[in-house]
Every structure is written in C-alpha cells, then in structure tokens.
C-alpha cells in the first residue's frame, strides 16, 4: 500500500489503488468532506486508540473485522472534557453497523482497535476508480492519477482489501491494490481523478 504513495517530483508508483466501492456514512460524518485546516493533511500518521487524547480520527479496524471511521467533532478540545468524536462502525460490506457520538466528560471511551490492526497512511497516491465510483476533482493531484487520500487502512483480515476515506469527500471507500502490469487495461475499465 505503502508503494502506491507518489511523493512531489516522483515518478508514478508502480502500485496502484482501484477504488471499486464506495459507501454512504451516516450525516454526522458530513464534515469528512471539508476537513477543518489542522486536518487538511489527513489522518495518515495518528494512531487511534481508545482513548482521549489520542485519537485525531480516520480509520480504524476492530477484532469483529469491521471498520470505524472516527471524525473529530471538537478537535480544539481534546485532552479537556469538551473532546468529542464521532464514529461510524461499518461492517466488511460497506453496512453502517452503528453511530455514536462520544464525549469525554461523559466517560466515555472509543471501542478499542484490533491489536494486529494496521497503522493508516495518507498523502497523494496512484488512484483510479472503477466506473460508478467517484473521486471528488478537490482530491486530485499534479498529475494524472494522483489522488490526495485523507486516509488508507489496509485490512487486517484480507491483504485483497484497501479502506480510504478521499478528501473532498463524506464516503468510505473500499479498494483493491494493483500493479503495473495489472492496470495496462486501466483506461478501458477505470476512472481518473475527477472523471465520472
């Protein structure tokens, strides 16, 4: 996953992410499509625990296999009893499970992630779409193919697949991981950023 990253000035990876699914999240996740500044850069880098402070959000992966998507709702205050988080459990089929809105001076804490879970990554990488699946023109880069992804969780339970969240945008996305030599048809069966 990591290989499919494309660095300022670098070439195009070899790696390539194929986004074939993509999901709706429940209305309190809206503001993952217009991150606040401090969160422009993505979550890629923050651990999530089950903790306050910890957390900045992004994505996360639980024993059951399934998915949160955790969304700051007052960053500003974490590590005071103001913190608040929103998280959105999805299941492997892209069903929202469950929303709950957590506040830390309730006592409240995140459900702890899967210990063998992977760290999430983000920054621009090598993407496409299958077709009926959009990537939001905000989201892409200098380059044909290159996406921003606010974040990218491989999963724990299955190396075939790929959970992004793309900035500009209020979906999880379920995505597959691709080489060169498997995207030669890429044209014929895949939309670039900003395409329909």
């Not at 990253?5 to 809206?30: K, M, S, V, Y």
């Not at 059951?64 to 913190?83: C, E, W, Y």
């Not at 001076?105 to 760290?119: A, M, S, T, W, Y």
């Not at 496409?128 to 200098?142: L, Q, S």
Request: glycine share 12%; net charge negative.
């Amino acid at each position: 996953m990591a290989d499919a990253r494309w660095g300022r000035g670098d070439e195009a990876p070899n790696d390539f992410l194929r986004l074939t699914d993509e999901f709706d999240l429940p209305p309190q996740l809206a503001g993952l499509a217009d991150l606040p500044d401090h969160l422009k850069q993505g979550f890629g880098g923050n651990y999530v625990n089950a903790s306050f402070p910890a957390p900045n959000g992004g994505l996360v992966q639980y024993q059951d296999k399934s998915i949160g998507v955790i969304m700051p709702t007052s960053r500003t205050n974490l590590g005071t009893p103001n913190a608040q988080m929103d998280l959105a459990v999805v299941d492997q089929g892209g069903g929202v499970v469950s929303y709950t809105h957590y506040v830390e001076r309730d006592g409240q804490e995140l459900p702890d992630p899967f210990d063998l879970g992977n760290d999430q990554l983000s920054g621009y990488f090598r993407v496409g779409a299958v077709n009926g699946v959009t990537i939001p023109a905000v989201a892409g880069g200098d380059e044909d193919q290159k996406a921003y992804l606010t974040s990218v969780l491989a999963d724990a339970f299955d190396d075939s697949v790929v959970w992004v969240l793309v900035r500009g945008s209020a979906k999880l996305y379920r995505a597959s991981m691709l080489w060169t030599s498997l995207i030669d048809d890429a044209p014929d069966n895949a939309s670039c950023v900003g395409q329909p």
